[in-house]
């Protein structure tokens, strides 16, 4: 008898020590609009094409009044500069959104570390579920508090350390070419 109540007192302790862990996700009374800086990456993608540290230029949010967000991406594609806005729709889930017309279920969540979030977020392309964190923040220089904290993160959902890419940071958003 003893050891079932040692065994039931055990995995209740596990729960809330494991619920304890988790991070906050993102008030809705927080405005997220802004100039953002992707300091991390992972992806649980099987290839190892693009392993190395690429370049990221800042990208732009903009809260709507709906709760929605907008997102403006710069990035290069075949030396050429190319520009993608992307509408994150607010769900019923605090700090959940949607994109690409449900396909993309993202999560922000907040970090203790001042100005830095992690964008978590799971894909369904075809039959596969693809999973993907982001560590991102206000300001382009590394911040290690902030990557030890994304690492926490990706390793309680799965994620391998070495497949972690910390990119180099290209110059604002206007100053887009090769």
């Not at 959104?97 to 978590?120: K, Q, T």
């Not at 590394?142 to 690492?151: G, P, V, Y």
Request: charged share 25%; hydrophobic share 40%.
């Amino acid at each position: 008898m003893q050891s079932l109540l040692l065994t039931v007192t055990l995995f209740v302790l596990v729960a809330v020590l494991q619920a304890q862990d988790d991070l906050p996700l993102l008030s809705e009374d927080k405005n997220f609009s802004g100039i953002w800086y992707l300091k991390a990456t992972v992806k649980d993608l099987n290839s190892t094409e693009g392993k190395s540290p690429k370049e990221e230029f800042p990208f732009a949010v903009r809260t709507l009044e709906n709760g929605n967000m907008e997102v403006m991406v710069v990035s290069m594609y075949n030396g050429e500069c190319l520009q993608i806005d992307i509408l994150l729709e607010k769900t019923e889930k605090p700090g959940q959104y949607s994109a690409f017309w449900g396909i993309d279920l993202m999560y922000i969540y907040e970090l203790p570390v001042m100005d830095h979030y992690i964008f978590y977020s799971e894909c369904q392309i075809s039959e596969q579920k693809v999973y993907a964190g982001e560590l991102i923040g206000k300001d382009p220089t590394e911040n290690h508090e902030a990557l030890e904290e994304f690492k926490k993160f990706v390793q309680q959902k799965g994620f391998l350390p070495e497949d972690i890419i910390v990119p180099e940071q290209r110059a604002a958003l206007q100053k887009c070419k090769p």
